[in-house]
T-cell receptor
Framework: DAKTTQPNSMESNEEEPVHLPCNHS???????IHWYRQLPSQGPEYVIH???SNVNNRMASLAIAEDRKSSTLILHRATLRDAAVYYC????????????FGTGTRLKVLA | DTEVTQTPKHLVMGMTNKKSLKCEQH?????MYWYKQKAKKPPELMFV???????INESVPSRFSPECPNSSLLNLHLHALQPEDSALYLC????????????????FGQGTRLTVV
């Protein structure tokens, strides 16, 4: 299974943009890049995913490097409710059901 | 309805007890998952069911026994657990996909916090 590497923790000021990096140098051509977050005392929730192109949705943007060996989750204006652990996951599109979580980044948002 | 419902929310059991965790979804998803999460660690995949059949078992000890009685329900039967099995147990579901056709997100429940005494 391809692995992901993320910083253990990051801090951001409220209402500022946050860029959460993820390295996945062993990514294969069929791996989708998924991001999930886990708020305190809750199960993980889906944030965004992509394959090659940058993606936007109402929660965040995903910027994928041209060689696909890294990606960045962008929260455009962090709020206190965005404090969570953010996981970058490679999802194999070739036929398995494995969502394998990496260690994740704990985001702290400062008021 | 985009919910995955897990019951109970909390469970305390002795090492000789038998108990079951339940998970239910009504999104028509045909892939369902069990994860185990220890404090301050990421979720670890335990089992995956696809179309009610066990697809993946990540070398989980036999004291954990999964069951998928129908497409909406997933159980995890627990027997003779050890204190180190205390953790948050998460259920998830996602759409099934055919090879080469996938682009699905997983929906997670809130989990069952299990304490083995």
């Amino acid at each position: 299974d391809a692995k992901t590497t993320q910083p253990n923790s990051m801090e951001s000021n409220e209402e500022e943009p946050v860029h959460l990096p993820c390295n996945h140098s062993t990514i294969s051509g069929t791996d989708y890049i998924h991001w999930y977050r886990q708020l305190p005392s809750q199960g993980p929730e889906y944030v965004i995913h992509g394959l090659t192109s940058n993606v936007n949705n109402r929660m965040a943007s995903l910027a994928i490097a041209e060689d696909r060996k890294s990606s960045t989750l962008i929260l455009h204006r962090a709020t206190l409710r965005d404090a969570a652990v953010y996981y970058c996951i490679l999802r194999d599109a070739s036929g398995t059901y494995k969502y394998i979580f990496g260690t994740g980044t704990r985001l702290k948002v400062l008021a | 309805d985009t919910e995955v419902t897990q019951t109970p929310k909390h469970l305390v059991m002795g090492m000789t007890n038998k108990k079951s965790l339940k998970c239910e979804q009504h999104m028509g998803h045909r892939a369902m998952y069990w994860y185990k999460q220890k404090a301050k660690k990421p979720p670890e995949l335990m089992f995956v069911y696809s179309y009610e059949k066990l697809s993946i078992n990540e070398s989980v000890p036999s004291r954990f026994s999964p069951e998928c009685p129908n497409s909406s329900l997933l159980n995890l039967h627990l027997h003779a657990l050890q204190p180190e099995d205390s953790a948050l147990y998460l259920c998830a579901s996602s759409q099934d996909f055919s090879r080469g056709v996938m682009n699905t997100e997983a929906f997670f429940g809130q989990g069952t916090r299990l304490t083995v005494v």
